[in-house]
């Protein structure tokens, strides 16, 4: 039985209520992009490294909507409802304790979403609409500037993603960002996604710090979410449509670009 307009919107809307939502999407973007938790953007006090996420805080998934939208015939309506669906199944894995790629559970979602909605959509079709636009996304406009001040400022700067190991290598050498980073770290090496707290502890027992000295920069309120319940300081990049989960401990400081968080931290010690 075909679904109307309205029990899909509620749907998508009970999902990404808890901050899981990935695209910016008419239905949840806020035309002046605040967010509903206001935070002092006071000094910042130096971490010893900085992790950032990847997708939408660093690289801008425009092309990857497209390429989506158009295997769902079209059905741009249907993102957010992918996206949820690809989270929520990586946590499943988490709570389970079965680990996929994030690019698996992010075509396995596609072709659940597609059977739902009766959509013809093969497997081939579902990975090349993925992978394809995903491999070279481009920076935002402030991220290789703002990367850069931050390494001025002597900063140790890591990857901290879900996509696997050779994922985000190809992405930051096609985006020109790999002279950037210290160290690339991914989930995929712990088998447990991010926000699970266990996934920020392994990270900073990598880089041989305690959770006090280190800080998370994501434009996904359930990674600010994680970071700050293990112990870490957070920035929150307000990306056109992201949010804030509510419910969640507050971050450090929420800002609109790099070049924000740049001026709010003193140099590294």
Known sequence: MARSPSSLLSRICCVTALGFGLLSSP???????????????????????????????????????????????????LLPLWFSTMLHHSLVDS????????????????????EIEGIELAKDQAKTAIVTPLRSLPPHPDVRDGLQALKDKGYKLVSLTNSSNKGVYTQFKNADLLSYFDERLSVEDINLYKPDTRTY?????????AAEDAMLVAAHGWDIAGAKQAGWQAAFIARPGKVLYPLALSPDTVVNG????????????
Do not use: C, Y
């Open 258 to 269: 790099l070049d924000e968080l740049v001026s709010q931290l003193p140099n590294a010690k």
């Open 27 to 77: 239905v949840f973007a806020q035309a002046d992009n605040t967010n509903a938790i206001q935070v002092d953007k006071k000094q910042l006090r130096a971490p010893k490294v900085i992790f950032f996420d990847v997708n939408e805080t660093l690289l801008d998934l425009t092309a990857m909507r497209s390429s989506v939208g158009k295997a769902l015939g079209g059905r741009d309506d």
């Open 201 to 209: 502890e392994w990270a900073i027992d990598k880089m041989g710090i």
């Open 95 to 114: 709570t389970t304790g079965r680990f996929h790629t994030f690019g698996e559970i992010g075509v396995a979602s596609l072709l659940m979403v597609a």
